[in-house]
């Protein structure tokens, strides 16, 4: 009778001998070609298996997100027109979803606080940030000290709102259009003032008088609002404003509107031609306003944002509120707003390198 012990030990071996690849199923030794195959095979397998575990995973939690409250981060302080945007779609995907989104205004250096917490925060789709033109487009040319990069830090869900710029006069400028405006320019070199306030309405001017090729004498006024005011009271001769803010103006007869910064005429301004149309071909400057996530988020939670808030956009309520304001809805899908970042990253760059202004 043989040894029950020395049997199973030897049974217990062949089989690793063949879990391993180092015997095949007659019992003989492989090749040594044959086990790294074998080996490279397992590996796979297993490889393969854990990527469809992890896909389910992330299927199962876009499915079920989200389950506890999101913060969405406002870069800029209550009041704005961020503010306002990101309160009317936080509302809209608590109503929903029937989860909290809470809004959360974490303001300073031009929205590089707020859009830096949401860069490091955990990528899990909790917290969100509502960012701009500002800080993912100008913010890189502007200042020589970005504390994230705004391609690499963060997943783009949609842009929600877009605002495109009024070129404004005070009355008084005799010029009635933007040609006009660019013939008088040419003929008073560094006699107009033009205002600013940093960020779309600075470098709007820069890119006026590059592509115009005029010499206007830029003023420089801390915001917007502030700038837009010394054209009103002619202190300033012309300014880049926001449709919402010059528009009250315009109709009062306070401001003449030259123009709009864009591809189309404003809803809100129907009769007002573009700069593009008026002498100046693919002239753009505006704001846009949207969401974003931390880098590394997962694509479905993306996908199901994005879709949510398309869905919003259509509403016939809120497309009321954003016409009110002056806002078109340009509806990205997350991939046409990585494009949008990089092409502003790329177009402002090259406006402040040829006009010379040094990064703050």
Known sequence: ??????????????????????????????GNDEIPLLRNFLGAACAMTLAIAAVAATSATAQTYPSKPVRIVVPFGPGGPTDLLARVFGHKLAEAWGQQFIIENRGGANGMVGADIVAKSPPDGYTLVFGTSGTHGMNSSLFAKVPY????????????????FLLVCHPSLPARSVKE????????PGQIAWAYGGGPTQLGAELF???????????????????VTSVVSGEAQVVFGGIAHTRPQVQAGRLRALGVAGPQRSQALPEVPTIAESGLPGFEVSAWYGLLAPAATPRAIVERLNREAMRILKLPDVQQRLRSEAFETPSDTPEGMAAVIRAELAKWAAVVKEAGITPQ
Do not use: C, H, W
Request: aromatic letters at 6%; proline letters at 8%; glycine letters at 10%.
């Open 1 to 30: 009778m043989g040894n029950p012990v020395g049997t199973a030990a030897r049974g217990l071996s062949r089989r690793r001998a063949l879990i391993y690849g180092l015997k095949g199923m007659d019992g003989r030794p492989r």
């Open 149 to 164: 990069d705004p391609v690499k830090d963060f997943a783009p869900i949609t842009r929600l709102a877009l605002q495109y």
């Open 181 to 188: 405006l660019i013939a008088l320019a040419r003929a008073r």
């Open 209 to 227: 008088r590059k592509e115009a090729k005029v010499n206007v004498l830029v003023i420089p006024y801390k915001g917007n609002a502030p700038a």
